[in-house]
């Protein structure tokens, strides 16, 4: 494994490497956007630091190939909030010294998806990463346009029960 630089990330550097992954990128003051613009994120109470910190953290706490990047944007957007401000940053500076100490300038500078899943066993106990972890499971999986994704079609009770809607129909077993 490569160490990275003691200058930490660039700019140059994370923008090359998102376009590479097809993940999101900083692309300005007070904003996080995709490399291929399709969608951005602004922030108003955390950094953007934080923010693409938070982005990444959700996508490898809940990895799905599938689900595109926004949609883990719309998860953790609450989380830019004056309230949360200070359990963010602390959140984010722990974790990013996790980071460090496994020989990382920071969370986003762990290059492969099991040196940064590595990192977040590290601090799993710690109450941010359970804040986080359980926010994403409503904030991510209750948005309806994801639901097709994982094959859920929504609630049965006014379609009159799962049983009448393809209940047994599986076939995956």
Same mark, same amino acid.
């Given at each position: 494994?490569? =160490?990275? !630089? #003691? =200058? @930490?990330?660039?700019?140059? %550097? ?17 904003? $996080? ?10 922030? !108003?109470? $955390?950094? +953007?630091? /934080? ?9 490898? $706490? ?11 944007? $719309?998860?953790? #957007? @609450?989380?830019?909030? /004056?309230?949360? #401000?200070? /359990? ?11 980071? =460090?100490? %496994? *020989? ?8 492969? +998806?099991?040196?940064?899943? %590595? ?24 948005? #309806?346009? &994801? ?5 859920? =079609? *929504? +609630?049965?009770? !006014? ?10 129909? &599986?076939?995956?077993?």
């Amino acid at each position: 494994m490569s =160490q990275p !630089s #003691k =200058q @930490g990330l660039t700019r140059r %550097a994370l923008l090359s490497r998102a376009a590479a992954a097809g993940a999101m990128a900083v692309a300005g003051a007070g904003f $996080i956007a995709a490399p291929d613009a399709a969608w951005a994120v602004e922030v !108003s109470a $955390i950094s +953007e630091h /934080e923010m693409a910190t938070l982005l990444q953290m959700a996508r490898d $706490i809940y990895p799905h190939d599938k689900v595109g990047d926004r949609f883990y944007a $719309i998860a953790v #957007k @609450g989380y830019d909030a /004056e309230d949360h #401000k200070a /359990e963010v940053a602390d959140g984010i500076a722990a974790l990013d010294a996790a980071a =460090q100490a %496994a *020989g990382f300038d920071s969370y986003l500078a762990a290059g492969w +998806e099991a040196e940064r899943v %590595a990192i977040l066993h590290s601090v799993e106990d710690t109450a941010f990463f359970q804040t986080v972890r359980g926010g994403l499971v409503t904030g991510l999986y209750n948005q #309806k346009e &994801i639901w097709p994704i994982f094959g859920y =079609q *929504g +609630e049965s009770f !006014s379609e009159g029960g799962y049983v009448n809607r393809g209940f047994d129909d &599986i076939d995956w077993l």
